[in-house]
C-alpha cells in the first residue's frame, strides 16, 4: 500500500506545481499587459507606416486624388454648361408665364439636370475633402490642392 500512498503523493505534488505555474504565468501576463499594449502600440504603428508607403497603395492614392480632382472639375464644367442651357432657353423662349406645357416640362427637366449636377459635385466635394484629412492619403496628392471649396451655384 505504500507504492500507492507515494504515487499519490506525487501527483498531488505535480497538480500543485501546476496550480502554481499556472497562476505565476497569468500573475506575470497581468504585470506585462502595460508592456504588451506599448509593443502592440509599436507595432502597429510599423504596419500602418508599411502599408502607407507601400508601393500599390502610393500609386491608388496619387490616382485617386488626380483622378477625383478631375472629376470635380469636369462636373463644374457640366454645371455651366447646364446654366447656359438654361439661359438659352429662356432667352429663345421668353417670358416663362407665356409658356405651354411642354415648354414648363421642358424648363423643370432642365432645371432637375442642373440640380442632380449639383448634388453630384457636393458628393465629389465632400469625399476628396474627406480622404484630404485623412493623414495615411494626403501625402499623395502632389501639388493639389488642399482642400477642395464647394461652391454655391
Sequence with gaps: MKPILEIGMYILAAAAIFSILFVVGYALKAVFIPVKTVTNQIDSASDIVDKTY??????YNYEWFKTQYEKIQANRDQII???NTIAEFKST???PNDWGYANQQEYARLLSI???LQSQDRNLVAEYNARNKMANREIFKDKLPLHVDDILW
Design 54 to 59: 507601400d508601393a500599390d497603395n502610393a500609386i
Design 81 to 83: 454648361i447646364a446654366n
Design 93 to 95: 423662349y421668353g417670358n
Design 114 to 116: 442642373k440640380q442632380g
